[in-house]
């Protein structure tokens, strides 16, 4: 059974520009969390949504937006991109929000994004 | 901002020594859970340790939490050079993480 892949692995961005990322869960997982890590710190939480609704929002700007598809997979949309926004972008996945509670998270291997 | 701060930030050790690390956190949790992270790649979950556990074993690992100090410690014993890599206690907050700064771990062989 695939775990949660992430595409790109990699990605080069100038300021200003918009990026998209995406995540697919593990099958048969609800729910898709994104985190931010900054190099030389831990990871920190962006968004989680939950059949289709967004459940939950970190402190990030609004040019952070997510989305989740019927399908369960998720997108995550950075717009006017900052050097700051540099950073490896984390997708977790579980059965439901709450199963945290129990299990933990499954998290994918991450997309590296460089701003420029 | 981090819920958790790790101690110590760095540690080398030799293969078949002992690897403690100690997270303290701030707010009352559910759960503490421990991450690995291998060269800034995907996070694995390692052990999870509910607020009314003390010490809980998986292998290797030993973890044990003390909630009226709010702190917890991870300890590898009989470490390998395949336990190098990067540790982060993280606590549930309404069904989000909130992750420590983390712990580095080398272990030279």
């Known amino acids: 059974d695939a775990g949660v892949t992430q595409s790109p692995t990699h990605l080069i961005k100038t300021r200003g520009q918009q990026v998209t990322l995406r995540c697919s869960p593990i099958?048969?997982?609800?729910?898709v969390s994104w985190y931010q890590q900054v190099l030389g710190q831990g990871p920190q939480f962006i968004f989680q949504?939950?059949?289709?609704?967004?459940?939950g929002r970190g402190n990030f700007p609004d040019r952070f937006s997510a989305r989740q598809f019927p399908n369960y997979s998720s997108e995550l949309n950075v717009n006017a991109l900052l050097l700051g926004d540099s950073a490896l972008y984390l997708c977790?996945?579980?059965?439901?929000?709450?199963?945290?509670?129990?299990?933990?998270?499954?998290f994918g291997s991450g997309t590296r994004l460089t701003v420029v | 901002s981090q819920q958790g701060e790790e101690d110590p930030q760095a540690l080398s050790i030799q293969e078949g020594e002992n690897a403690t690390m100690n997270c303290s956190y701030k707010?009352?949790?559910?759960?503490l859970q421990w991450y690995r992270q291998n060269s800034g790649r995907g996070l694995v979950h390692l052990i999870l340790?509910?607020?009314?556990?003390r010490e809980k074993h998986s292998g290797r690992l030993r973890v044990t939490l003390d909630t009226s100090k709010k702190s917890s410690s991870l300890l590898i014993t009989a470490s390998r050079a395949a336990d190098t890599a990067s540790y982060f206690c993280?606590?549930?907050?309404?069904?989000?993480?909130?992750f420590g700064t983390g712990t580095r771990l080398q272990v030279f062989p």
């Open positions: 977790a996945s579980s059965l439901l929000p709450q199963d945290s509670l129990i299990y933990g998270y499954t």
């Open positions: 099958s048969g997982h609800k729910s």
């Open positions: 949504y939950y059949e289709k609704e967004e459940r």
């Open positions: 707010t009352s949790i559910n759960n």
């Open positions: 340790i509910r607020s009314n556990e």
């Open positions: 993280a606590t549930l907050l309404t069904d989000k993480l909130i």
